[in-house]
């Protein structure tokens, strides 16, 4: 399984987003596919899942703000990202994973990751 993430870019305080991971050799609704982000310095950290039978799960820091969903027939997961403010600035993941929902907020239980998409946040 490959995964493929896009749409991040230099946006001031305030302003929008939306990331896209592209999946191929495997299909999307087979997986929780969950974003993290690593912002410099920092470790990586979860920022949101979507699991299997379509349930969401957010970090705090973003609830409100940001929105996970997936399309099936595209085979994508995508992240809309609003309201950014500038410690949103970090390289955002996808990720891939057959783990439970209780922990789909642990990353080490992801198997296939994207490269990742810088986004910076501008103050």
């Known amino acids: 399984v490959q995964l493929q993430a896009s749409g991040g870019g230099l946006v001031q305080a305030g302003g929008s987003l939306t990331l896209s991971c592209a999946v191929s050799g495997g299909t999307v609704r087979r997986y929780t596919m969950g974003w993290f982000r690593q912002a410099p310095g920092k470790e990586r950290e979860f920022v949101a899942a979507f699991g299997w039978s379509g349930q969401t799960k957010y970090a705090d820091t973003v609830k409100g703000r940001f929105t996970i969903a997936r399309d099936n027939a595209k085979n994508t997961v995508s992240l809309q990202v609003n309201s950014l403010k500038p410690e949103d600035t970090a390289v955002y993941y996808c990720?891939?994973?057959?783990?439970?929902?209780?922990?789909?907020?642990?990353?080490?239980?992801?198997?296939?990751w994207g490269q990742g998409t810088l986004v910076t946040v501008s103050s």
């Open positions: 990720a891939a994973t057959t783990t439970i929902w209780g922990r789909v907020t642990e990353d080490n239980l992801y198997s296939y």
